[in-house]
């Protein structure tokens, strides 16, 4: 009986897969586990506004700094983000959390995280903000958040209620971490989605745990790069294609990073009794196998690197150019052609797969952050803009060396 309930599941999640556009993988870390005690909040953003940007705000209590659509609205709504009093938020939609509610006021996630950035310092705040706001509050959601005082918790959000997974509970979080997909685990277990995904993503975390691999570059690798897949044991990490002059396409489903990944954000916390602006950000926009990551920080001026804003377009260059590559890693575009992905253009024998490539620009950057200096507050605005300049010219020679492109 109970075997044939686990593979009925697993079928009900592959058919929402096939159907579910917004599947956002997230995880938040316990400062209580991690070794500079600062929590983590990541959230792998999957949606149907693939040309995403950052954007500074200053226009609520608080100034913050955000990931939004690259589209006209992007001043009405958010998609995580991170503000000066060491606030951060995100969300994954849960899809079992108004289950047989006929209420048509719906996605309202996106304002509800940007009303938060403006207003909230604590994870309190926010949890008074969902009981003060009048209901039905349009959401059907998991939203994360973590604080300057240590707080890290998920609130599964209903139209009308919400519950509270305190991260920091060792009942509720052994290892010091909770993963959510696209269902809640208060709400319905015959709903949802996201349940290979999450599966995936254990297995990850529980090594991330095990190994005390809590470091930016380990996390982005190991999730939103990771090749494998939890249902069928695929890992398109081994054997890969030998160049990328001939097509290699593998069928690419249910896989964390997938078509619709068009973000991630990862936000280190201040650990307790720290500045609140030592909170930052890492952050890729775009297709995770054809861009990189980028190192953000809250100035007083609002500085962001020029390849991470949105220009007059909306569009961020860094995201254009990682739609761009994107673009030759699914070259079917007829049917079901965005099911299947060109393996030989991400990765190859000969290490000249586009996100082969892009790694070692990364490196680069991982290298040369001053994250040490800045924390210390020694000259922090400076250094904080003479790396973004530093950063805008490096990339701007590299994406133009590898591919050919013109970015700023």
């Known amino acids: ?41 990541y959230k792998h953003r999957d949606t149907g506004t693939l040309d995403n940007a950052l954007a500074y705000f200053n226009d609520g209590r608080y100034p913050y700094i955000a990931v939004i659509n690259g589209n006209e609205k992007w001043k009405l709504e958010v998609w995580g983000g991170f503000n000066a009093a060491g606030f951060a938020i995100m969300n994954s939609v849960a899809y079992n959390m108004n289950v047989g509610d006929t209420t048509t006021f719906a996605d309202q996630e996106g304002e509800i995280m940007k009303r938060a950035l403006m207003n909230c310092a604590t994870i309190e705040d926010f949890e008074k903000m969902l009981k003060d706001l009048p209901k039905p509050l349009g959401v059907d959601s998991n939203f994360g958040v973590i604080d300057a005082q240590g707080g890290a918790a998920y609130f599964e959000t209903g139209n009308w209620s919400f519950n509270k997974i305190d991260v920091n509970d060792s009942a509720i979080a052994p290892f010091g971490y909770v993963i959510r997909t696209n269902h809640a685990f208060t709400g319905s277990p015959e709903k949802g989605a996201g349940y290979i995904r ?10 991330v745990a095990a190994a005390g691999r809590y470091d930016p570059e ?135 797969g586009i996100l082969q490539l892009l790694r070692k620009v990364e490196e680069e950057i991982f290298r040369r952050v001053p994250e040490g200096s800045i924390q210390k507050g020694q000259n922090r605005d400076a250094l904080i803009k003479d790396f973004y300049s530093w950063l805008d010219r490096f990339l701007e020679s590299k994406y133009n060396d590898l591919f050919g492109f013109d970015i700023l």
Request: with cysteine.
């Open 1 to 41: 009986m109970m075997k044939r309930l686990i593979v009925l599941t697993l079928f009900s999640a592959l058919i929402c897969g096939q159907i579910t556009v917004d599947a956002c993988t997230t995880f938040i870390i316990s400062g209580k586990f991690t070794p500079d005690g600062k929590p983590i909040l």
């Open 198 to 207: 999450y599966a995936t993503a254990e297995k990850v975390m529980y090594d």
């Open 218 to 352: 380990y996390l982005i690798n190991h999730i939103s790069r990771n090749l494998t897949h939890s249902l069928t044991g695929d890992n398109l990490a081994v054997n890969p294609p030998e160049n990328s002059i001939n097509p290699d396409y593998r069928f690419f489903e249910d896989f964390i990073p997938r078509f619709s990944s068009a973000s991630v954000m990862m936000v280190v916390g201040a650990g307790q009794g720290e500045d609140p602006l030592n909170t930052m950000m890492w952050t890729i926009l775009g297709f995770p196998l054809t861009s990189v990551v980028l190192p953000i920080w809250i100035t007083p001026e609002g500085s962001l690197p020029a390849v991470a804003k949105a220009g007059d377009n909306f569009h961020a260059p860094i995201c254009d150019a990682a739609l761009s590559l994107k673009k030759t890693c699914f070259a079917i575009i007829r049917g079901s052609g965005k099911k299947y992905i060109d393996l030989s253009r991400v990765i190859n024998q000969e290490g000249t």
